[in-house]
């Protein structure tokens, strides 16, 4: 196991050290867990991984339970991390950033995605595209756990991404995905959980740091011209214990990534033609 003390430390040589180490990548499937009071259902989900996941990290957010403990001491995991800052976005970023296999999936803690998904996600890697999203809209999907007001929420997030970036997308607000790690090297998203400043929204934390994240991917991914797929996944009602997301403030969160990223995609254009 590798219990991550060193991402815990400062200095420059130790940061170089981990930096460096984040960026090798080796042929592989890592999955990142994040998890916040998720003690009871963490284990059910490390036992039932599939075999062709080779490395396992947790990310442990500001847990009042025995999450760190379960994850530290589970067999399936090779890195438990810490992470510093508040919100879903700073947990995935940090683990995307130790990632250290060719895909990368990304799953949520709480039993309500399938890890028998993951080998689609994998095939469709391997198939081509640079990132692969699960979408519960789409023949075959489904979902137990969605309310009428957070799809509706979810399909008008969905639709106004649809128009800026001129996409064909029918789930933006589902964080079952999986990446190349190069797709990910691409989008600058390793150091949200660290970030200081940069544009204040709700509930304490800055842009990236809260579940607007997989928005933020989602729409840089498609600012980047990355090859962008999605797969029917069905969603399964929590097992244990309470959703840590918030419809109406994490709702607007998503709402200013989406807005956010196309304002970049503009700046971008306009410095390519003054080039």
Not at 139 to 147: M, R, V, Y
Not at 229 to 242: C, K, L, V
Request: a neutral charge.
């Amino acid at each position: 196991m590798d219990n991550l003390s060193s991402f815990e430390c400062s200095g420059c040589v130790r940061r170089s050290v981990v930096e460096s180490r984040c960026m090798e990548t080796s042929p592989g499937v890592s999955v990142i867990i994040p998890a916040r009071n998720e003690s009871q259902n963490l284990p059910r989900i490390l036992d039932s991984l599939p075999e062709l996941v080779d490395e396992v990290i947790v990310i442990v957010g500001n847990s009042t339970d025995d999450t760190v403990t379960v994850a530290q001491n589970h067999p399936r995991v090779d890195k438990t991390l810490i992470q510093r800052s508040k919100g879903k976005g700073a947990a995935l970023s940090l683990g995307l950033r130790a990632a250290s296999r060719e895909y990368v999936v990304m799953i949520d803690a709480d039993g309500s995605m399938n890890v028998d998904e993951i080998s689609n996600f994998v095939q469709a890697l391997e198939s081509g595209a640079d990132v692969v999203r699960g979408s519960r809209y789409m023949t075959g999907g489904g979902s137990e756990d969605l309310t009428a007001f957070r799809s509706f929420g979810n399909k008008s997030l969905t639709g106004l991404a649809n128009i800026l970036f001129k996409v064909d997308w029918t789930d933006l607000a589902y964080g079952y995905a999986a990446f190349r790690k190069s797709a990910l090297e691409q989008m600058d998203v390793f150091y949200y959980d660290s970030k200081v400043g940069g544009i204040p929204l709700s509930r304490g934390m800055s842009y990236g740091q809260g579940f607007e994240i997989e928005s933020l991917i989602f729409c840089r991914s498609a600012r980047r011209g990355l090859r962008v797929i999605e797969i029917p996944s069905t969603e399964a009602a929590r097992w244990n214990g309470s959703s840590n997301l918030k419809a109406i403030p994490d709702g607007f969160r998503a709402l200013s990534a989406i807005l956010v990223e196309r304002a970049r995609s503009r700046r971008l254009r306009v410095d390519q033609l003054e080039d």
